[in-house]
Structure formats: C-alpha cells, structure tokens
C-alpha cells in the first residue's frame, strides 16, 4: 500500500508539473519573437514613425484599433479581418464603421515583417506593438509588449455592436463593462485617458452639446457647435478633437478639460460627475507622471485579454483574411 501511495503521489505531481508547464507555454512574453524575428520591433517602430510623422491623427487611429479589437474576444486581431461569405465581421460594427482607420498600415507592416520572417508573427501582436509606438511617437509612455498571440479566424459584427462601449455609455456602464474583462476604475479612467490624442465624429458627440446641459461648460459647448450642425445626417462626419489643447500630443490635457466639464464625449464627462472616478480624475489632471505609469500598466493588462495562444487560432498570412 505504501508503494502505491507514493506512486500516486508521483503520478499527481507529475500531472501537477506538466499543467503547469502548459500554462508557462501559454503566457505571452515580451521576449517571444526575439529568435524567430530578432528584428520584429525595429521594423515596426519604423513603419509606424513614418505613419504618424505623415499624419499625426493616425497614431490615434491606432491606438484605437488595439481597443476596438481587444474589447471583442481579446486581443486576436479580429477587427483587421474583412467580412466573408461566413461571418460579418467588425469592421462594419456601429464602433467601426465609417471611423476604423489605419487598416492599410498595418498591413504595410505585416507585408515588411513576412519578407523578413515569413509565418512567424500574428497581426495581433503587430497591433500590440504599433499602439505602443504610436503612443511613444506622440509624446507617451513606453511600455514592455508582451508577445505571443495568435489571430482569429473569425470575427462578429453583432459582438463588437454589444462589447465596445459607446459614447454615450453611462459610468455604471463603463465600469461593469471594463471589470467583466478584469479591468479596474483605475484602468477604466487611465485607459480613457487615449482620447488625450484623436478625433472624434459629430455624431457621436451631437446629443452632448446640444441636449446637456448639466455637465458640459457653456462655451465649449457653443464652440463645438459651430461644426456640428444640429440635425442627424447634417454634418456626421465632421471632426473635432477629443482634447482642445493638445489633439496630437499625449498628454494629460484632457482630464484637466473633464475637470472644467469640457469632455467632448459624455463618456468621456461621466468619469468627472459627482461619481467614484472623480477623485482618479483629479489626480491625473494633477500628476501627470501618474496617469502615464497607470496608462502604460494599464495597456498591458488590456493586451493580456484572452489571448489565443498555443495551437489556437493561426498566423494569418494577410491580416484581412484568413490563411
């Protein structure tokens, strides 16, 4: 009895061992590319500078897209895909259509790095890698991206409709959705914080500056307005930047403009209104150097949702359809 006690003691710590070796193998890794395309990040942060030195928006536009594809089954590169016979896909989502940009760098990207290492890395971390350096480009924080993901080979139009917040989503909102994909308040107000560089439609911001009149300061308002007629189909498309001061530089602008109530999106001014992030808010528009540490941790538990890693998933060929 003795024997087989201690054999099944062996055999449980050896299936102990092993399953913690799967999880090891699973786990993203900043270090992940640097055998198979040692020169992955050089190639990347290049393509990425001559982008946003182009036009400074599209480091925005990138930035973006990292957010729009993580929020809708994690990070897997979903939203790149184009739709298919199969599936409609993200791109034509209420969140993307007619605003998701910067596609066609991407896979300016993707087609330099398979010259140089052919079926070795994802689209998804390509984006993971080019949001980091266009927030770098435009005056941000550095971070360490972990690598490692593997692309889908699907994509839903209906979830990223459900899972990307709106503009006009309510902080309850906001939170319950942030913390179902294990971000905190803080994460929630930092990551917000990306909207210190880009644009924003009139149609996403039209009911704040003509409807509310609780939260948003008068003159911003008026101003705002002069582009922005007052009619649905009348100007949609007309820009206008989510921070006044600063569009193109990543700074902490806009949560001294939340503090002034001068937040173009209400998703944007219900982080400052009388709620539980008022005091993150502050803080941030206070200290600068915190909301850039807390942005940059933040974008890295962001880039750790639901990777495929392993054998799931593929590594796409063409970040716009699969192999």
Request: with cysteine; charged share 15%; glycine share 8%.
């Amino acid at each position: 009895m003795a024997d087989l006690g201690s054999k099944t003691v062996l055999i449980l710590t050896l299936g102990i061992f092993l399953l913690f070796l799967g999880n090891v193998s699973a786990q993203l890794s900043t270090g992940f590319y640097s055998s198979s395309c040692p020169n992955l990040l050089s190639t990347v942060k290049s393509s990425v500078r001559s982008a946003v030195s182009s036009e400074a928006r599209m480091g925005a536009s990138i930035l973006r897209l990292f957010f729009h594809d993580c929020f809708v089954n994690g990070c897997d590169g979903s939203i790149l895909l184009d739709d298919t016979s199969s599936f409609t896909g993200e791109k034509s989502a209420n969140p993307n259509r007619n605003s998701a940009r910067g596609f066609d760098v991407i896979d300016n990207i993707k087609t330099t790095v398979e010259n140089a290492c052919p079926g070795v890395v994802s689209c998804a971390d390509i984006l993971a890698i080019a949001a980091r350096d266009s927030v770098v480009f435009l005056g941000g924080p550095s971070w360490n991206v972990k690598l490692g993901r593997r692309d889908s080979t699907t994509a839903s139009q209906s979830q990223a409709n459900n899972d990307i917040p709106g503009p006009n989503s309510s902080l309850s909102q906001l939170s319950s959705r942030f913390s179902a994909l294990g971000l905190s308040n803080t994460d929630l107000v930092a990551l917000s914080g990306g909207h210190t560089i880009g644009q924003a439609r009139c149609t996403t911001f039209r009911s704040r500056i003509y409807s509310n009149s609780s939260n948003i300061e008068s003159l911003f308002a008026r101003t705002r307005q002069s582009n922005c007629p007052n009619t649905s189909g009348s100007g949609d498309n007309n820009l206008a930047p989510l921070d006044l001061q600063t569009p193109n530089s990543f700074d902490n602008n806009y949560f001294k403009n939340l503090v002034q109530n001068k937040g173009l999106l209400q998703s944007d001014q219900v982080l400052f209104n009388g709620g539980s992030t008022d005091s993150v808010v502050r803080n941030y528009a206070n200290a600068p150097a915190r909301f850039l540490s807390d942005f940059a941790a933040a974008m890295v538990k962001m880039g750790d949702i639901a990777p495929l890693t392993g054998s799931n998933g593929q590594i796409r060929k063409n970040c716009r359809r699969v192999n």
